[in-house]
């Protein structure tokens, strides 16, 4: 190989590692930086049968961003997971029995109602139907929690 071909071969060879290695650091950043598609926004979820739903503790519904809950054998509810302060999301603790707030410390109960913290009012609802004897939550169809110090109806 002459020196010519040599250091045109080198001279492309870097080039092209340079390019893949842009091309890596572009799909890197915009993986990182991309908006993410809100889960749980405007969007109709198909869950699980009502019997399906455990009487105690929550079912979690990450494609709506929230939970089944169900009150008692006539009542389910939709709870969003969105924190009603400032939007956290509210994880269900088994220990306690209720919501807790990671972020500032709101409490909510089982069914979602208000018990301590900054949050204004309890967490919110989402609208459901039973179609074809499935749960379906309409994630666009939000109902404003409880105030505080009053249940969910
Ligand atoms: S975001 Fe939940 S208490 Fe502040």
Redesign the pocket.
């Known amino acids: 190989m002459s020196d010519m071909s040599r250091r045109s071969f080198l001279s492309t060879a870097w080039k092209v590692s340079f390019g893949l290695l842009a091309a890596a650091g572009v799909i890197t950043t915009w993986d990182l930086l991309k908006p993410t598609l809100a889960a749980g926004v405007d969007v109709i979820v198909k869950t699980v049968t009502p019997d399906a739903v455990p009487s105690a503790g929550v079912l979690e519904v990450p494609a709506a961003r929230g939970y089944l809950v169900k009150v008692d054998e006539e009542e389910i509810l939709a709870l969003s997971e969105v924190?009603?302060?400032?939007?956290?999301r509210?994880p269900y603790i088994d220990e306690s029995g209720q919501f807790d707030?990671p972020?500032?410390?709101?409490k909510f109960t089982r069914e979602g109602d208000y018990i301590e913290?900054?949050?204004p009012r309890g967490m919110d609802e989402y609208g459901t139907e039973v179609v074809e004897g499935v749960i379906v939550i309409d994630t666009s169809d939000v109902i404003a929690g409880p105030a505080p110090g009053s249940e969910r109806t």
């Open positions: 924190c009603t302060h400032l939007g956290c509210v707030c972020c500032h410390g709101s913290g900054p949050a």
